[in-house]
């Protein structure tokens, strides 16, 4: 996957590039609008890591003209925590989802596999992780082809498990995925506790593997090593 | 007490203190002249007598001369002479009374050898009724002096204090927030045009102190939040390092916990200089009573591993002209802080009538004063999951909308009343 990265804060870059590179994927980087600009004029990328306060420019802009070259890249907006306008904009001329800053790069990173999902293959695909198949169209999860039934943030957390396969995901990171990071609920590190207890129990009684390892003190990870 | 009563009431004390004063001194000093009179004409008459005794040897007949009472004694030894006037009270014989008199009591000797006594009464009566009358009068003056006094001092403060009066109007019509700084009237008199000149400038100063300040929190929010997003995207990549031993995590993870406390941190005091500056403009029609059935059924899960039941009575919609974003959030925080300080087995009960909505649920007694419950920065507990914003947005985003907030507790209930 050929990902770009428009991001005028240096070490911001290089922790999402070097985050997505672990994953395999190509990376570019724009630090700023002209640079942008010029690579999304004579390439294609899957998805476009795009912030929207650029010192030269508004990335606003860029969105239009990605649109009016008719371009298929997936958009992923970055905005500032407290411009809602800039993400309801950005959406409204065709980015394809959004993240505030700061964010956790797990999300960033289960956001954009999420984006190449729904632009090309229609978001008709099936996630593989050994023997746990996830349909995420029909949001439905397999083992060993046969059902596994999840509640619905338990689908959630498995997804962002294995988009973030052999990572170490904080607790936070979880909890703002599971409900967003607006809001945090009374104990809710508590309860993503149960969460992954319950998603452990069921993975392990149908398919004999326990694939969640609990890293103390930090978080979890899904791993099969 | 008004201005105005207190000056009254200070001008009277003065005017009838000043008024008993002057009239004490008119009644004595009236006094004295007429005594003085009195006596003239005592010691003319005894002068008169004593001339006839001396000169002629004999005594007048003084009842047909003067009307008052004389009595003239002659006596067969001598005596120095000697004259005395007093105050004194006679009965006389027609009249039961006593009645005061001026008496004018004379010794001495004729060349003859031959003493002799004067003694000259005249009646007060007449002129103390006089006196009487004089300073009923007096006091009546003064009574209607002092009212006028009064009056006219009080239509005068009244009108004089007019701009005053006027400048304390628009003082405290003053909102900081405002886009422009009071406008103070003209007066003629020098010392309100002074205070309105120092009242505009201050005004002015507290106004742009207050936006400098605003832009300040702003600015720095702002900023904070890219250093804060490279914080937490190293520390990221750092955990994903595997040769990681025990300390470094327990490091990593306070780390982490910090920088995710500063971050909410950081988010709310966004979002209330966002709702300072008014930057929810754009409004649709809402319905409180869909958003808080959305809410709990997005946190049905955190709800009922907490052992809260959730009692929900909408009597009728509450469909109100809001940001739904703001709307989203007035909800969330409030819910959310009904679920934080819960018992376990306890319940929250959320019901609407008319256009009230009242959120209660069962929870320890605060700690805190509760009318710094919507304060800043109040916190029950030292809880780091909470940076203690969620109600003062709560109240941020009522205030903004013009909807008044209340906060009840009895019986281990607390009680959270939203009129929109």
Request: negative net charge.
């Given at each position: 996957?050929?990902?770009?990265?428009?991001?005028?804060?240096?070490?911001?870059?290089?922790?999402?590039?070097?985050?997505?590179?672990?994953?395999?994927?190509?990376?570019?980087?724009?630090?700023?609008?002209?640079?942008?600009?010029?690579?999304?004029?004579?390439?294609?990328?899957?998805?476009?890591?795009?912030?929207?306060?650029?010192?030269?420019?508004?990335?606003?802009?860029?969105?239009?003209?990605?649109?009016?070259?008719?371009?298929?890249?997936?958009?992923?907006?970055?905005?500032?925590?407290?411009?809602?306008?800039?993400?309801?904009?950005?959406?409204?001329?065709?980015?394809?989802?959004?993240?505030?800053?700061?964010?956790?790069?797990?999300?960033?990173?289960?956001?954009?596999?999420?984006?190449?999902?729904?632009?090309?293959?229609?978001?008709?695909?099936?996630?593989?992780?050994?023997?746990?198949?996830?349909?995420?169209?029909?949001?439905?999860?397999?083992?060993?082809?046969?059902?596994?039934?999840?509640?619905?943030?338990?689908?959630?957390?498995?997804?962002?498990?294995?988009?973030?396969?052999?990572?170490?995901?904080?607790?936070?990171?979880?909890?703002?995925?599971?409900?967003?990071?607006?809001?945090?609920?009374?104990?809710?590190?508590?309860?993503?506790?149960?969460?992954?207890?319950?998603?452990?129990?069921?993975?392990?009684?149908?398919?004999?593997?326990?694939?969640?390892?609990?890293?103390?003190?930090?978080?979890?990870?899904?791993?099969?090593? | 007490?008004?201005?105005?009563?207190?000056?009254?009431?200070?001008?009277?004390?003065?005017?009838?203190?000043?008024?008993?004063?002057?009239?004490?001194?008119?009644?004595?000093?009236?006094?004295?002249?007429?005594?003085?009179?009195?006596?003239?004409?005592?010691?003319?008459?005894?002068?008169?007598?004593?001339?006839?005794?001396?000169?002629?040897?004999?005594?007048?007949?003084?009842?047909?001369?003067?009307?008052?009472?004389?009595?003239?004694?002659?006596?067969?030894?001598?005596f120095k002479q000697k004259q005395i006037i007093k105050d004194t009270i006679i009965n006389t014989d027609?009249?039961?009374?006593?009645?005061?008199?001026?008496?004018?009591?004379?010794?001495?000797?004729?060349?003859?050898?031959?003493?002799?006594?004067?003694?000259?009464?005249?009646?007060?009566?007449?002129?103390?009724?006089?006196?009487?009358?004089?300073?009923?009068?007096?006091?009546?003056?003064?009574?209607?002096?002092?009212?006028?006094?009064?009056?006219?001092?009080?239509?005068?403060?009244?009108?004089?204090?007019?701009?005053?009066?006027?400048?304390?109007?628009?003082?405290?019509?003053?909102?900081?927030?405002?886009?422009?700084?009071?406008?103070?009237?003209?007066?003629?008199?020098?010392?309100?045009?002074?205070?309105?000149?120092?009242?505009?400038?201050?005004?002015?100063?507290?106004?742009?102190?207050?936006?400098?300040?605003?832009?300040?929190?702003?600015?720095?929010?702002?900023?904070?939040?890219?250093?804060?997003?490279?914080?937490?995207?190293?520390?990221?990549?750092?955990?994903?390092?595997?040769?990681?031993?025990?300390?470094?995590?327990?490091?990593?993870?306070?780390?982490?916990?910090?920088?995710?406390?500063?971050?909410?941190?950081?988010?709310?005091?966004?979002?209330?200089?966002?709702?300072?500056?008014?930057?929810?403009?754009?409004?649709?029609?809402?319905?409180?009573?869909?958003?808080?059935?959305?809410?709990?059924?997005?946190?049905?899960?955190?709800?009922?591993?907490?052992?809260?039941?959730?009692?929900?009575?909408?009597?009728?919609?509450?469909?109100?002209?809001?940001?739904?974003?703001?709307?989203?959030?007035?909800?969330?925080?409030?819910?959310?802080?009904?679920?934080?300080?819960?018992?376990?087995?306890?319940?929250?009960?959320?019901?609407?009538?008319?256009?009230?909505?009242?959120?209660?649920?069962?929870?320890?007694?605060?700690?805190?004063?509760?009318?710094?419950?919507?304060?800043?920065?109040?916190?029950?507990?030292?809880?780091?999951?909470?940076?203690?914003?969620?109600?003062?947005?709560?109240?941020?985003?009522?205030?903004?909308?013009?909807?008044?907030?209340?906060?009840?507790?009895?019986?281990?209930?607390?009680?959270?009343?939203?009129?929109?």
């Open positions: 996957m050929k990902v770009l990265i428009v991001e005028d804060e240096k070490p911001l870059v290089e922790s999402i590039s070097n985050y997505l590179k672990q994953e395999g994927y190509l990376c570019e980087i724009a630090l700023n609008f002209n640079q942008a600009e010029s690579k999304i004029s004579d390439n294609t990328y899957d998805c476009i890591i795009l912030d929207i306060g650029l010192p030269d420019g508004n990335g606003l802009e860029l969105i239009k003209v990605l649109k009016s070259n008719k371009s298929k890249d997936g958009i992923l907006i970055l905005t500032a925590k407290d411009s809602i306008s800039d993400k309801i904009n950005g959406l409204e001329i065709g980015a394809d989802d959004y993240l505030t800053k700061p964010f956790h790069l797990s999300e960033l990173n289960a956001r954009i596999k999420s984006i190449y999902r729904r632009r090309n293959l229609a978001g008709n695909i099936e996630i593989h992780f050994n023997e746990i198949k996830i349909n995420t169209e029909a949001k439905q999860v397999y083992v060993n082809d046969s059902v596994l039934n999840l509640t619905r943030k338990e689908y959630e957390l498995l997804l962002f498990f294995i988009s973030n396969k052999n990572r170490v995901l904080t607790k936070l990171s979880i909890v703002e995925h599971l409900w967003g990071d607006n809001v945090v609920m009374a104990d809710s590190l508590e309860f993503v506790y149960t969460h992954i207890k319950n998603l452990r129990k069921k993975i392990i009684e149908s398919s004999d593997n326990d694939y969640i390892k609990t890293v103390y003190g930090l978080g979890y990870k899904f791993t099969d090593q | 007490m008004k201005l105005l009563t207190k000056t009254s009431i200070y001008i009277v004390y003065f005017t009838i203190l000043a008024f008993v004063a002057s009239g004490f001194i008119f009644y004595y000093s009236i006094r004295s002249i007429v005594y003085k009179q009195i006596d003239a004409s005592l010691v003319t008459e005894k002068n008169i007598i004593q001339e006839q005794i001396e000169h002629t040897d004999t005594i007048p007949d003084f009842n047909a001369a003067f009307g008052h009472l004389i009595e003239v004694k002659v006596y067969d030894r001598t027609n009249d039961e009374d006593d009645l005061p008199y001026r008496k004018l009591y004379f010794l001495s000797t004729t060349e003859h050898k031959k003493g002799y006594s004067i003694s000259i009464s005249q009646p007060l009566s007449e002129k103390k009724e006089l006196l009487e009358n004089t300073s009923i009068l007096l006091l009546i003056l003064f009574i209607f002096l002092i009212l006028i006094f009064v009056i006219v001092n009080y239509w005068i403060s009244r009108k004089l204090w007019i701009p005053f009066y006027k400048s304390l109007e628009i003082i405290d019509k003053f909102e900081i927030n405002s886009d422009s700084s009071p406008i103070f009237y003209k007066s003629d008199i020098k010392e309100f045009n002074k205070l309105n000149q120092v009242l505009e400038s201050m005004s002015e100063k507290i106004r742009s102190d207050y936006i400098n300040l605003k832009e300040f929190n702003e600015n720095a929010s702002h900023e904070v939040q890219t250093p804060l997003s490279i914080i937490r995207s190293k520390l990221e990549l750092f955990l994903q390092y595997e040769n990681l031993n025990s300390d470094q995590t327990i490091l990593l993870e306070s780390i982490n916990d910090a920088v995710s406390r500063l971050s909410k941190l950081n988010q709310g005091l966004l979002l209330i200089s966002k709702i300072d500056n008014q930057q929810f403009e754009s409004s649709e029609v809402i319905c409180i009573d869909q958003i808080i059935q959305n809410f709990l059924c997005e946190y049905e899960e955190i709800i009922q591993l907490k052992k809260i039941s959730v009692v929900t009575d909408f009597q009728s919609a509450i469909h109100l002209r809001m940001n739904p974003v703001l709307a989203g959030i007035l909800v969330s925080n409030l819910i959310s802080n009904s679920v934080r300080h819960n018992i376990e087995n306890g319940y929250i009960k959320i019901s609407t009538l008319k256009n009230t909505l009242t959120i209660s649920n069962i929870g320890n007694s605060l700690n805190i004063n509760p009318n710094q419950l919507f304060n800043r920065f109040t916190k029950r507990g030292s809880n780091p999951e909470s940076v203690g914003l969620g109600l003062s947005i709560v109240k941020k985003i009522v205030n903004y909308y013009g909807q008044s907030i209340n906060y009840e507790y009895s019986n281990s209930i607390h009680t959270i009343i939203i009129d929109f």
